[in-house]
């Protein structure tokens, strides 16, 4: 039997995800054996198009989560490894380059596998690793790519007309491509539905947000890490607004009845970067300590005033997410983004992941430490995989923890 | 009033026992595969060395280091990182940075006047700087662990080591003891490699005068001499610098008591 990695959830709509997901994967088989075309996408793919052009996609990215959580990463990390993707390589990476290359070495697969992709989509935007999985990916499979390409943005979400131009050519291209692989001609209307259901979804994200800056903390990371999946794969569907009103009904419950994750809210933590995906109990740690994982770096959405619905919905996609960029493109951008959130959240301390096989994040998290540590904001650095188990070592990871929880304690 | 620090590291084991802020007696044995025995053991042998005073007379006992959590009858668990601070500042009140050097692993600690954690770094999955990489080192070189570092003080050349990895660093050695070189240099290269790596978990913490160095490594004066020469710093070193965690851990069992 699978030792349990889940962390411990307080809120009731949290609990709901997890048959969310089996859903949806099986929904992906399924539709795969009635014929509809198959995408495998990486995170930041817009699913709202995809889903009004009737295309399934499946975010590999998520599925090797989904693996890790289940702590079958190291055997499809070594399915990649023994095809010659090193230890370096990005974890999902080698997951999915194992599962592609050596289906016949990797453990059984959850939710019964991944349905076969017709093509794949990758953005460009937050990580170069992904670009050369999913060329090495076309080129085994024989399917064809598609790279949706992102501006760079230094300051992170912008107002930048040329930025909004940008993209919106890019999903213009998007959108030929899949018209040429599916023969179906996309219809506007369709996307339109799903971007006034997704821009109703992101106001009551930005509340959600707000709400979290209470004390005590009504929703911790160890809710928000499983919560955020709907907004990820289920992006302008009823189901996915009706969860978040949910949430946030939720939310509100629990601020008004004074209601936190911890009886007595003694310290807030915020978790910088990628967490472990096989022991998520790490984010309930600090509770028997009286602290809460208040925030995570990744899900907070920023601005609630988007621009008022463009009739085009292509044009309302490249407006919106101009501005939403989950995050900000530099290290500067984001230590500035981390720093503000800190005093938003009264944050009083910092515990930054760093997942050597993630050179994009790592890089970035060295600069945010000592920023934080500049600021008198006391910072732990846990240094593991996201994804491969291999590289963890539990009673390592508790003592400095353990350690930490003093730290703050001590200067309380 | 009695209280008692244990400290199970992963090759010794170690207990202090102090009666008011005065250390009665102390003990270090090495730490079998059983924590809760080696905790056991230490505290005996400790006690048996005072006379008079057996375990029911301890009120407090904290348990630390690696093997904390096993120790069924210490009453309470404090982290090695908070002990080795509060254990060297009280031997030392200027003491503000810490160097614990164990058998497994290497933590820069920082603290502030009364020997509170004010902020740590440790070495991450590796060996190097730690003293499993100083045994593997004096076996390759058939010499005393003991040894070792005031050998690699009477070099004549110090040859570089380019990998502080235990596992390659001992292959490399081989190498050089078979092309000839002198197990002097070598133990010059070796221990320089050792410290440079070690000086970078200071740099990262940040070296706040004075500094001390606890530990097994402690007792190495060819490491203490490379740190003072890369930080420019005397090194404060206790009499006994296998104790300290102990020790730290026996005061914040008496802070306890003072505070009931």
């Known amino acids: 039997m699978v030792q349990s990695t889940s962390a411990r959830k307080s809120l009731r709509t949290t609990l709901e995800v997890p048959t969310l997901r089996k859903s949806y994967y099986a929904q992906t088989l399924d539709d795969s054996k009635k014929g509809k075309k198959v995408a495998w996408c990486s995170n930041n793919i817009p699913s709202e198009i995809l889903d009004a052009m009737d295309i399934t996609s499946v975010f590999l990215e998520n599925y090797a989560t989904v693996i890790a959580s289940k702590r079958l990463a190291s055997g499809f990390c070594a399915a990649g490894e023994t095809v010659g993707f090193s230890q370096d390589v990005c974890g999902y990476a080698r997951m999915l380059m194992g599962y592609v290359l050596a289906r016949d070495k990797v453990p059984e697969p959850p939710y019964g596998g991944l349905a076969e992709p017709d093509f794949l989509l990758v953005n460009s935007y937050s990580c170069d690793s992904r670009l050369g999985w999913f060329a090495a990916m076309s080129r085994t499979l024989n399917v064809p790519l598609h790279v949706h390409d992102a501006p760079y943005q230094p300051e992170g979400p912008s107002h930048s007309a040329a930025d909004a131009e940008y993209i919106e050519r890019e999903l213009r291209s998007l959108v030929a491509f899949l018209e040429e692989q599916t023969g179906t001609k996309f219809e506007p209307d369709k996307l339109r539905a799903r971007r006034a259901i997704s821009r109703q979804t992101s106001d009551i994200m930005y509340e959600i947000s707000q709400l979290r800056k209470a004390v005590p903390s009504p929703m911790g990371s160890a809710d928000m890490f499983t919560a955020v999946w709907p907004s990820m794969y289920l992006a302008g569907t009823s189901e996915c607004e009706e969860f978040y009103n949910r949430l946030l009904a939720e939310l509100k419950e629990r601020i008004d009845g004074q209601i936190g994750i911890v009886p007595e809210e003694k310290f807030r933590i915020m978790w910088s970067g990628i967490p472990f995906w096989y022991d998520m109990r790490l984010i309930n740690y600090v509770e028997d300590f009286g602290g809460i994982v208040a925030l995570e770096s990744f899900y907070r959405t920023r601005e609630r005033r988007l621009p008022p619905q463009d009739d085009d919905p292509i044009k309302d996609m490249a407006l919106s997410s101009v501005r939403q960029r989950a995050f900000p493109s530099t290290i500067i951008a984001s230590i500035d983004d981390i720093l503000e959130a800190v005093k938003e959240y009264s944050i009083d301390g910092v515990i930054l992941s760093y997942n050597p096989s993630c050179r994009m994040l790592y890089v970035s998290q060295t600069e945010l430490q000592k920023a934080l540590e500049d600021q008198g904001i006391p910072t732990l650095g846990l240094e593991c995989d996201m994804a491969d188990e291999r590289t963890y070592s539990e009673g390592q990871v508790k003592t400095r923890l353990d350690a930490f929880v003093e730290r703050l304690l001590a200067k309380a | ?260």
């Not at chain 2, 908070?82 to 003491?95: D, E, K, Q, T, Y």
């Not at chain 2, 902020?119 to 070189?141: H, I, P, Q, W």
């Not at chain 2, 490399?172 to 003891?177: D, K, P, Y």
């Not at chain 2, 440079?196 to 001499?225: Q, S, W």
């Open chain 2, 1 to 260: 009033m009695i209280t008692a620090g244990v400290d199970i590291g992963s090759s010794t084991s170690k207990a202090v026992i102090l009666d008011d802020r005065q250390i009665l007696s102390y003990s270090i044995i090495s730490t079998s595969f059983e924590s809760e025995t080696s905790a056991r053991k230490a505290v005996d042998q400790a006690l048996s060395k005072v006379g008079q005073i057996s375990q029911e007379d301890i009120r407090w006992i904290i348990a630390t280091g690696y093997g904390r959590v096993i120790v069924t009858f210490a009453n309470e668990t404090v982290t090695e990182l908070s002990c080795h601070a509060r254990g060297a500042n009280w031997l030392f009140p200027s003491v503000r940075t810490v160097l614990d050097m164990g058998g497994q692993d290497c933590k820069a600690i920082k603290c502030d006047d009364r020997g509170n954690l004010l902020n740590f770094v440790m070495n991450d999955k590796c060996a190097a700087g730690t003293g499993r990489f100083l045994e593997v080192m004096a076996r390759v070189t058939e010499l005393y662990l003991e040894d070792i570092g005031e050998f690699s003080l009477q070099a004549d050349e110090v040859i570089k080591i380019s990998s502080t990895c235990a596992v390659f660093g001992k292959s490399e050695v081989a190498s050089l003891l078979r092309q000839g070189k002198k197990k002097t240099d070598i133990l010059a290269g070796l221990h320089t490699a050792i410290s440079n790596r070690v000086y970078t978990l200071l740099r990262r913490v940040g070296i706040t005068p004075d500094f001390a160095i606890t530990g097994g490594i402690a007792k190495n004066i060819g490491v203490v001499r490379r740190l003072e020469e890369r930080s420019g710093l005397k090194v404060l070193l206790p009499d006994e610098p296998q104790i300290v965690g102990a020790l730290g851990a026996a005061l914040f069992a008496q802070d306890k008591l003072s505070n009931q």
